[in-house]
C-alpha cells in the first residue's frame, strides 16, 4: 500500500510541476520555416541577465551558473525585488569559457530593472537574430549536446543553410521535473525572409 501511495504522490508532483512550468512565461519568437527536424525561428531582441564563467561543461556551467543567477532574481539586487523565473535558460559552452543567462520577463527593459549584488552578472540586451533550432527530449548531458548540435549542423549544411558562431544549449524545465523535459539546440543563420515565410 505504501509503494502505491508513494506512486501517486510522485505522479501528483509531476503533474504539478508540468503545469506549473506550462504556466512559466516563455522567451518570445516566430517560426519562420519548418523543416524535418529542425526549424527556424526568429527571435526578437531580449533583455538577459548573464554570468560569464570558466565552465567548459554543462554540468559545471548548470550548477554555478545557476545559482549565481538565481541569487539574482530571488532578491540578490539592490532592491531586494524579486523577479519571476521564465523559460528558457541559455547556455553557450565552450572550451574557452561559457555564459548562463536567465531571460528577463517582459515587462522588464534595462532601464527598469535593478542592479545586481552579484558583480558577476552582467545584464545585457541581445539583438535581434534568426536561429536554427533542433529539440530534444529528457536529461540534457554534454555528449547529447555535442551530439544534437552535429546533427543539426549537418542537416543545415545538406540544405546549404548557413550558419555562425557557436551552438548553444536552452533548457526548459526544472530538474526535479521528470515528464515532459524539453530542450534544445540553436545556432545562428543568415536567413532572409520572403512573403512565403
Do not use: C
Not at 524579486?82 to 520577463?105: E, L, N, Y
Not at 530593472?113 to 545584464?123: C, I, K
Amino acid at each position: 500500500m505504501k509503494s502505491i501511495t508513494t506512486i501517486l504522490l510522485v505522479l501528483f508532483i509531476q503533474t504539478f510541476t508540468t503545469m506549473a512550468s506550462a504556466k512559466t512565461e516563455r522567451q518570445k519568437y516566430r517560426v519562420v520555416y519548418s523543416e524535418k527536424g529542425y526549424e527556424i525561428r526568429f527571435y526578437p531582441s531580449a533583455t538577459l541577465a548573464t554570468v560569464y564563467t570558466s565552465a567548459k561543461s554543462y554540468r559545471e556551467l548548470s550548477g554555478t551558473g545557476f545559482r549565481r543567477l538565481a541569487g539574482y532574481i530571488f532578491g540578490g539586487n539592490e532592491s531586494g525585488q524579486k523577479i519571476a523565473m521564465t523559460a528558457p535558460v541559455h547556455m553557450d559552452i565552450q572550451d574557452r569559457g561559457s555564459t548562463m543567462s536567465f531571460v528577463m520577463p517582459s515587462a522588464y527593459e534595462m532601464d527598469n530593472l535593478p542592479s545586481p549584488n552579484d558583480g558577476g552578472v552582467v545584464l545585457e540586451t541581445t539583438e535581434d537574430e534568426y536561429v536554427a533550432v533542433l529539440k530534444f527530449r529528457g536529461y540534457a548531458s554534454d555528449r547529447d549536446i555535442k551530439s544534437y548540435s552535429e546533427k543539426l549542423a549537418t542537416m543545415l549544411e545538406a540544405k546549404g543553410i548557413k550558419y555562425t558562431g557557436n551552438f548553444r544549449y536552452l533548457g526548459y524545465n526544472p530538474p526535479y521535473q521528470f515528464i515532459g523535459r524539453r530542450n534544445e539546440i540553436i545556432v545562428k543563420v543568415d536567413w532572409a525572409e520572403t512573403v512565403e515565410d
